[in-house]
């Protein structure tokens, strides 16, 4: 069957239903991520994206990549290959290690690079994400310049699952659930699962002629406990280990060395909070403790030649919150965070990854050995305000950190909506932020003494419709980034800051529409992102100017049939200073679910349907056609 013909044949059931009708509402919908505490999602002022359990289970990700990729502003702009490799979300064109990543609502523990590897998080005991675009640095503090992610793992259902599923490429998985109320007051969750497939050769024409195979396990604890009603008491525990078999790419000169080509990532977090709700008064404390360690070695030499970096994190956090009418609130809080380098195991040996470059050995140990300070602390404060007369609604938020290492800073977030109809409204924000080195950049950087924190300025024009039969949004933002820190292009590799290159300039627009045919629900999406350095006019790597996505799924008889096309335009990749470009692609992904009985649901999926030959990043090829078919049962 060609092609043409085969894509008729997956359309014709959704194009045969397209007719009027109303799209789900949102007005219920509650969030956390915009202020830290729950509030209706309407009454964010700027763009906020949920993704419930029952996406999760219609679109059958095999990873937070698959789940992820098609939402507004994301692109995984550096991803090696398949499952398990790794990848950089670049939200708004900035950096992978710009957007402040979540769990439960509170910051997961600091890779060691800074990035956090959306490969690697295990899927299947999420709940639900938040994902906010734009600069939230005036209430989260340093990394969140491009936008924030709350993974969340909790749930408040009643349910016992058991899944499995099977597919290309000796894929299998297994997961298990439970969230009971064990009371009228306590609830009870634990989520645990694994994860393996041999995987493919993601670089054939090199030395490494093997299948990158990549398996994970992971476990979720958690409880709740209703104190009496007005306090509840709550407190996780998630962890994960991951094995990856991985191709260094190919080498920067003929006489370099192979690099590593084995990885063991280990990570936890342990959280507890206690939330406070009366009628006016709402306040919240929460502690967090996290650790993560990650191993890189080359299976010719051996676990025992290892490149071994681990961090850990430990978070206190406060605020209160007063509202003060129907129409407006006030709320303040403080936070502390120490970051601490657990080991800094430094492998001599003179090896390079590609991409992005690995740093040089024997630099990082001479710049580790510079870093006398095993730990730093963080602290923060911040106020906000808000405020709506009918029809103007209006944000204020400031918030100072003192960071031990780095300083005093003060970022700031405004914004003024306006409903120009009952069906319009129009919204300005401005925003400030700013990032501190890691350790992982300390260790790599030419000059340690040199480094400073990067700063942003952000501008954000957004315009929305609601009407009857559609949902759109529309937003421009221009945002500028200073003291942007970047990797050298000749050995060591080293990181440097903008005081020996130049700032980023970032400008965009992004348009989401929302909307139904009768039981097909349809989301779409196109981005434009122009993001450059402003002294060499050059588009930042890996970063696509444009990007477009629809997902639509409908209930058609008991089955669930879901369809998804992703487009992602040419990308500068490493090598540009000789106008190297990694080509545009798109691909197709179906999938279907059909509960047999009550309790047994069967779920299949084809990912890159046509079979499209592409890679994400350059020397690196991307999955071929995959299919997976799976069971649920809930008991």
């Known amino acids: 069957m060609s092609k043409k013909w085969l894509a008729a044949v997956v359309l014709l059931p959704w194009a045969a239903f397209a007719q009027n009708s109303t799209p789900q509402a949102d007005d219920a919908t509650e969030i956390t991520i915009y202020s830290k505490v729950k509030q209706p999602l309407t009454s964010a002022l700027a763009p906020v994206e949920v993704i419930t359990k029952a996406d999760i289970e219609r679109r059958q990700p095999r ?4 789940l992820l990729e098609t939402l507004p502003g994301m692109q995984f702009g550096s991803q090696n290959g398949g499952i398990g490799q790794t990848s950089s979300l670049f939200v708004r064109g900035t950096n992978s290690n710009h957007v402040l990543v979540l769990l439960n609502g509170r910051p997961m523990a600091q890779m060691v690079n800074s990035n956090v590897d959306f490969s690697q998080l295990p899927v299947n ?9 734009g600069p939230r640095a005036a209430i989260y503090g340093s990394r969140a310049i491009g936008g924030v992610v709350n993974i969340i ?6 349910d016992t699952q058991l899944s499995v599923t099977g597919g290309s490429n000796d894929y299998y998985a297994a997961d298990f659930s439970i969230n009971q109320w064990v009371t009228e007051d306590t609830r009870l969750q634990l989520a645990t699962g694994y994860r393996e497939t041999r995987g493919y050769d993601v670089v054939p024409n090199n030395s490494q002629t093997d299948r990158d195979g990549f398996d994970s396990k992971n476990l979720t604890l958690g409880i709740e406990h209703q104190l009496n009603q007005t306090w509840v008491w709550d407190a996780n525990f998630n962890g994960w280990e991951n094995n990856l078999e991985f191709d260094y790419g190919k080498p920067f000169a003929a ?3 192979a690099g590593s080509n084995k990885n063991k990532v280990k990570s936890y977090q342990l959280d507890t909070g206690l939330q406070y709700q009366a009628q006016q008064l709402a306040g919240q404390l929460n ?9 890189n070695w080359n299976e010719r ?5 290892a490149t071994n970096i681990s961090t850990a994190t430990t978070r206190l956090d406060g605020l209160v919150q007063y509202s003060y009418s129907s129409q407006g609130y006030a709320l303040a809080g403080m936070d502390w965070q120490q970051d601490r380098l657990l080991s800094k195991s430094i492998n001599a040996v003179n090896e390079y990854d590609f991409p992005p470059p690995n740093f040089d050995p024997v630099y990082v140990k001479t710049n580790m050995l510079r870093y006398d300070a095993a730990d730093r602390d963080n ?3 911040f106020a906000s305000v808000f405020h709506t007369w009918s029809p103007v609604s209006v944000e204020l938020t400031g918030r100072v950190d003192d960071n031990e290492q780095f300083g005093t800073h003060g970022t700031w977030q405004s914004a003024l909506s306006l409903a120009l109809t009952e069906e319009h409204t129009a919204t300005l924000s401005y ?9 992982g950049e300390i260790a790599s950087a030419e000059d340690v003494d040199s480094l400073e924190p990067e700063k942003s300025q952000n501008w954000e024009l957004d315009f929305t419709g609601d009407y009857d039969l559609l949902n759109w949004q529309l937003n421009f933002y221009r945002n500028e980034i200073s003291n942007l820190m970047v990797y050298s292009n000749t050995p060591p590799y080293s990181l440097v800051n903008s005081t020996k290159n130049t700032d980023a300039l970032i400008k965009g627009v992004e348009l989401v529409v929302k909307t139904n045919t009768g039981p097909v629900n349809h989301t779409a999406s196109f981005d434009y992102t122009d993001a450059k350095d402003i002294g060499t006019e050059k588009q930042l790597l890996n970063r696509a100017k444009r990007k477009f996505s629809w997902t639509a799924d409908m209930d058609i008889a008991k089955a669930n049939l879901f369809a998804q096309v992703l487009y992602m335009g040419n990308r500068e990749t490493y090598g540009a200073a000789n106008k190297e470009y990694t080509p545009s692609y798109t691909i197709w992904n179906i999938g279907a679910r059909y509960p047999l009985t009550q309790q047994l649901t069967l779920n299949g999926k084809i990912n890159n349907l046509f079979d499209k030959d592409y890679q994400v990043v350059s020397g690196y090829n991307a999955p071929d056609m995959e299919f997976y078919m799976g069971a649920d049962y809930r008991f």
């Open 153 to 158: 793992t909790t749930s408040q259902i009643n």
């Open 63 to 66: 990873s937070l990549v698959d």
């Open 379 to 381: 602290t923060g404060i």
């Open 287 to 295: 502690a967090s403790y996290g650790e993560y360690e990650s191993k």
């Open 301 to 305: 030499a051996g676990q025992g030649n």
């Open 255 to 257: 006489n370099e060395p």
């Open 125 to 133: 005991n999420v709940e639900r994400i938040e994902y906010i675009r």
């Open 431 to 439: 925003g400030t932020g700013f990032r501190a080195p890691t350790f």
